[in-house]
């Protein structure tokens, strides 16, 4: 490659730092970056502790933040770890360090986008993490039934299916910087992660989801191994980026990456009693939406169904290397 891809990632959850993670060994045998990484986040979170410093502090959620900092931070481990480590008595009980240490830098460097920007040079990260947007959004759910779920936490909770959710209020903004990264970016991904609370929420913001429009590079949805019980069960991947579609409007995924290994008779059983299953690849459905589909095995063999990270990042750099043939 004559320069590093420019890979732009989105999420949030646990999916986005497993993605970073994958992704973030990116140097060639001769000192060479392979990617130029930028991961925008959801700040839509209003449980546990990230809910608690919203409420009490007014900041934006800070805890999917730091778990995307921890993942691609390159400073010692002993310092990586206190930024996870969460309080377990007292009055802090249940409080990320982390979440408390950016909410300290925000107050003394006087924002949010401050304490992210010094975080940078702090944990020496390796790429740059924006928030998707710096406004107090809520995410609320229309439900099946007619109801509306408010927040997050309520909305995973919830027993009707999801129809559609939406940020309040509608029209915040986001980063110029995010939106500048989206344009050119050469790979933009999208999950994997949950597809209605940290996937969805980050494409609401109107500008990042017209940022991705614009760009010319290639953009990847990448679809979850199963199905998640309360957001997309019986979700195929084609209703997946249905979903996202019917959300965000045409433009906004030219490629679905999608896991075809079949999970172990044992790890099925498993997650059958959480009444979770494996998301059934629909090809036909799929390319009737005008994508590309690519299938591989990207299992990862343990107790859980997740993205191997070896496996995935082969996969990425295969459709890096051709969006910049493409570009």
Request: aromatic content about 4%; hydrophobic content about 45%.
């Amino acid at each position: 490659m004559a320069r590093p891809a420019r890979v732009v990632a989105l999420g949030g959850g646990t999916g986005l730092p497993a993605l970073l993670t994958a992704l973030k060994p990116n140097r060639t045998a001769s000192g060479e970056d392979l990617f130029d990484l930028t991961a925008i986040v959801t700040v839509a979170d209003d449980g546990g502790s990230s809910g608690r410093i919203r409420r009490e502090m007014g900041l934006v959620a800070p805890g999917d933040i730091r778990n995307c900092l921890v993942a691609l931070s390159d400073a010692p481990e002993i310092l990586r770890t206190l930024f996870q480590y969460r309080f377990t008595q007292g009055a802090m009980e249940g409080h990320a360090f982390g979440n408390l240490f950016i909410a300290a830098l925000a107050e003394v460097s006087g924002d949010f986008a401050g304490a992210i920007s010094h975080l940078h040079d702090i944990l020496a990260i390796r790429g740059r993490i924006y928030p998707s947007t710096l406004d107090d959004v809520h995410l609320e759910a229309d439900l099946v039934d007619g109801s509306v779920a408010q927040g997050e936490v309520a909305i995973t909770r919830s027993a009707p299916p999801i129809r559609r959710v939406r940020l309040n209020p509608a029209g915040c903004r986001a980063m110029p910087e995010a939106c500048d990264a989206l344009r050119n970016a050469d790979l933009v991904l999208m999950g994997p992660g949950s597809l209605y609370t940290s996937v969805l929420p980050n494409l609401l913001v109107g500008e990042l989801a017209e940022a991705i429009r614009i760009c010319r590079g290639r953009k990847v949805y990448l679809c979850n191994l199963t199905t998640q019980p309360g957001e997309t069960d019986g979700y195929t991947a084609s209703r997946h980026l249905e979903a996202l579609v019917a959300h965000v409007g045409p433009g906004i995924c030219d490629t679905v990456l999608c896991n075809d290994a079949p999970l172990p008779p044992d790890l099925r059983d498993q997650y059958s009693k959480e009444r979770a299953c494996p998301v059934e690849v629909d090809v036909a459905a799929l390319e009737a939406f005008g994508v590309r589909v690519v299938c591989a095995d990207l299992l990862s063999a343990g107790t859980y169904a997740r993205h191997d990270p070896e496996k995935l990042r082969s996969q990425l750099l295969g459709l890096v290397r051709t969006a910049l043939e493409v570009a």
